[in-house]
């Protein structure tokens, strides 16, 4: 059974904290994503990275940078948070290579980050 | 206008009926399209991909139509299960995932 896990279900920062969300799959994925999905918004890519150490920027990655040092593992880093960074997150994992993004993509739990 | 535009619903539909709801993209180019199931605070699944020629599996049907670029999903007798938030996935020619914000739909007893 495909895994893909999130480190926090529900996660409350502080405006300027520095936050860290993990995700990790145990499917051998090349392509790992990070989108936010908001009310009446379809989900928006943040980063993806489709091998370690590479990553690339989606539509929204501002005040947002991800490390990829393993292939199973894709972190999010919020370097100082802000309200408007309060979201639910939803971390994806697809096979393949460059057309790899028209494959499948298995999500993670989700995190729901409220930052105040 | 969005990429691609969904009616948020909510669709409330009694149970045993058949339901349908339309996703429009605005980019002629698009080359793939997927409906995916989201479940109230779970992550999203696949449900089917669509294929130019129509998709079947079981109680749902995903149609095509690029000359109006919109893309269907039908379900017919449905049940309390099928209560969820539909998502349609569009790829552009340059591979991007671009996702609609979703349909809501809520079968009653």
């Known amino acids: 059974d495909v895994k893909v896990t999130q480190s926090s279900r529900y996660l409350v920062k502080r405006t300027g904290e520095k936050v860290f969300l993990e995700c990790v799959q145990d499917?051998?994925?090349?392509?790992m994503f990070w989108y936010r999905q908001d009310p009446g918004l379809g989900l928006r890519l943040i980063y993806f990275s489709y091998d370690v150490k590479m990553k690339e920027k989606g539509d929204i990655p501002e005040g947002y940078s991800v490390s990829r040092e393993k292939k199973e593992r894709f972190s999010l880093i919020l370097e100082s948070a802000s309200t408007n960074q309060t979201s639910m997150y939803l971390c994806?994992?697809?096979?393949?290579?460059?057309?790899?993004?028209?494959?499948?993509?298995?999500f993670g739990p989700g995190t729901r980050l409220t930052v105040t | 206008r969005k990429e691609v535009e969904q009616d948020p619903g909510p669709f409330n539909v009694p149970e045993g009926a058949t339901v349908a709801f339309n996703c429009t993209y605005s980019?002629?180019?698009?080359?793939?399209f997927f409906w995916y199931r989201q479940d109230c605070r779970k992550e999203p699944k696949l449900l089917m991909s669509?294929?130019?020629?129509?998709n079947e599996d079981g109680r749902f049907t995903a149609q095509l139509n690029r000359a109006s670029q919109y893309i269907s999903l039908l379900i017919r007798d449905s049940k309390l299960s099928d209560s969820a938030t539909y998502l349609c996935?569009?790829?552009?020619?340059?591979?991007?995932?671009?996702w609609g914000a979703g349909t809501k739909l809520i079968i009653k007893p």
């Open positions: 980019n002629s180019a698009s080359q793939s």
């Open positions: 499917m051998d994925h090349e392509n």
């Open positions: 994806a994992s697809t096979p393949g290579t460059s057309g790899g993004l028209i494959y499948e993509q298995y």
């Open positions: 669509v294929y130019s020629s129509g």
């Open positions: 996935v569009v790829v552009d020619s340059n591979y991007q995932l671009i």
